[in-house]
Each structure stands twice: as C-alpha cells, then as structure tokens.
C-alpha cells in the first residue's frame, strides 16, 4: 500500500486554491445566464427556446458542482481545524508531563 504526507500549509493552499478556482466557477455561471438573458430579448421560436433552456440547465448544474465544491472546502477546513486543536492540545499535554522516576 502506498503512502504519502500532506503538510497542513499543503493543504491549507489547496484549499485556498479551490475556493478561487469555485469562485470563477461561480462568476462564469453568472456570465452564462446573463448571455442566455440577452439571447431572450434577440432571438424568438422553437430554437431559441430549446438552446435557453439548456443554458438554464447548464447553469443549475454549474451551481449545483459550486455549491458541492462549497461543501468540500467547509469539510475541508473543520479538519484542518480540528487537526489544529488536536495538535495544540498535544502540545500542551506534553508540556504538562512530569518526568519524575
């Protein structure tokens, strides 16, 4: 079995990393229902229904990744919150130990 290390400062810029990167995300959902807006207003019939319609889909799926990529990150930071506190909390354990024999 394999086996690999991840330092905190890693992870924490991964982290970071994909919170921008789900923010672009986000503004490029924005950007295609604003197209989809303007096409409303030029183009009429059968086809322009259909292709608004699958930028309206296109969008709800876009949000819905975002917001599951949202959930990932806020997972991702209760664990390096609780790694900090469990991390913290050794420290002062072992600062408290006596070394009497």
Do not use: P
Not at 72 to 95: D, P
């Amino acid at each position: 079995m394999s086996e690999f290390q991840v330092s905190l400062q890693e992870l924490q810029a991964q982290m970071e990393q994909l919170r921008q990167h789900n923010q672009q995300l986000k503004s490029y959902e924005s950007e295609l229902a604003e197209y989809a807006s303007g096409l409303k207003s030029m183009w009429e019939g059968d086809a322009a229904n259909a292709y608004i319609q699958a930028i309206s889909k296109d969008c709800a799926h876009i949000g819905q990744f975002a917001s599951v990529i949202g959930l990932f990150i806020a997972v991702m930071q209760t664990i390096i919150s609780n790694y900090l506190n469990a991390e913290n909390e050794n420290i002062s354990l072992a600062g408290c130990r006596s070394h009497a024999v």
